[in-house]
């Protein structure tokens, strides 16, 4: 482009020294100029451009992706894991949201040097009294911390019918616990109705994020740290300790009583079964001695003589072959005198001998 640098510097000179203002075909006559001049290139350039914006339109999601694509702003399409492509911008954008991850917000504590809404991570916290301090059912006050987990499950909900997700799963999840504490007693809270509190908190605040179509889904609800005010945590501790005596002497009554029935619900079995045992022997060594003595009736009714010189056999051989008899021979004659005058009193028995012996 040919500037007339001479021309141009008359103007100046002239508006500089009190001349004449510039004329309108001086200006016409630049402009005319200009829109003569020619990029060089241009056609090389103006291809390469358009190809550049048509590529832009290449996109790739992730595997814990979802593609949301957005057509002149409003909702268009979902594109799943991989390569996608979508007209470029400013006629439809992407938004690639992760599906999959686990996010978690706190309630009643801030973890040291964290924001509220991220992934979990260990650290030091600080205690927040008014989201933490809650009202049981029973009019006790207590400190409720918790964290609640949730992800997405419909990105389209998520993205577009609410302005603010974690906001709202903040304010969800203040209301339901407060309702479900509410409803409860402080007990609860402190001991043993902790899980039972967890899952109606889930329930309570998946319902709330539903009806609302917010496209969240509340995987798990945590108690942190549950605990009475500062003022009143001394007198709750010694009632928790009586609780726990309580609980232990339970325990170990229990524990005796498990352990001293069996033993008595045997002793008296035994007992019994000896008893049984004794019984039927006691009633088969009767039986049997009635219908031995029966027997030998029969015989000695039968033959007098000869069964009564055979039961005085019987008895002397067993009297005469039991060792632990002391025996004494005498015959008849030496038994007439000596009757009178043997001390009987003074005959030492067996057992006395053998001992000695």
């Not at 809270?189 to 496209?215: C, S, V, W």
């Not at 007198?235 to 498990?258: G, L």
């Not at 049984?276 to 049997?288: D, L």
């Amino acid at each position: 482009m040919n500037w007339d640098w001479e021309k141009l510097q008359k103007q100046q000179q002239g508006r500089h020294g009190g001349g004449k203002p510039p004329n309108f075909d001086d200006f016409q006559q630049q402009f005319d100029k200009f829109k003569h001049f020619k990029l060089p290139g241009w056609k090389l350039i103006v291809p390469l451009i358009v190809i550049l914006w048509i590529a832009s339109g290449f996109y790739i999601v992730e595997p814990d992706e979802v593609g949301v694509v957005k057509q002149f702003g409003q909702f268009n399409r979902i594109t799943t894991a991989g390569p996608n492509y979508h007209i470029p911008y400013p006629i439809e954008s992407v938004l690639t949201p992760k599906v999959t991850q686990i996010r978690r917000v706190e309630f009643g504590f801030r973890s040291s040097g964290r924001a509220r809404v991220q992934q979990f991570q260990q650290g030091v916290s600080r205690e927040v009294p008014e989201e933490a301090l809650m009202l049981t059912g029973d009019e006790n006050i207590v400190s409720v911390q918790f964290i609640v987990q949730y992800m997405i499950k419909d990105a389209k909900n998520y993205l577009f019918n609410v302005f603010d997700p974690a906001k709202t799963i903040v304010h969800a999840g203040e209301a339901a616990m407060r309702e479900v504490i509410g409803n409860g007693k402080i007990d609860d809270a402190l001991t043993t109705g902790k899980m039972e509190i967890q899952i109606e908190t889930r329930d309570l605040m998946q319902h709330i994020l539903d009806m609302y179509e917010t496209g969240i889904n509340i995987v798990a609800v945590q108690m942190q740290n549950v605990h009475p005010p500062e003022q009143v945590v001394d007198a709750f501790k010694d009632v928790a300790s009586a609780r726990e005596d309580k609980s232990r002497f339970i325990n170990e009554a229990e524990a005796y009583q498990r352990d001293i029935l069996p033993k008595a619900r045997g002793e008296a079995s035994r007992i019994v079964n000896a008893a049984q045992a004794y019984k039927q022997t006691k009633v088969r060594k009767a039986e049997g001695d009635a219908s031995r003595f029966l027997a030998v009736l029969s015989e000695y009714n039968k033959a007098k003589d000869i069964t009564r010189e055979r039961l005085y056999l019987e008895t002397m051989e067993s009297i005469l072959s039991n060792p632990e008899v002391e025996k004494l021979i005498m015959a008849d004659d030496a038994l007439k005198q000596t009757v009178p005058y043997l001390p009987l009193g003074q005959t030492p028995k067996s057992g006395v001998n053998r001992e000695k012996n």
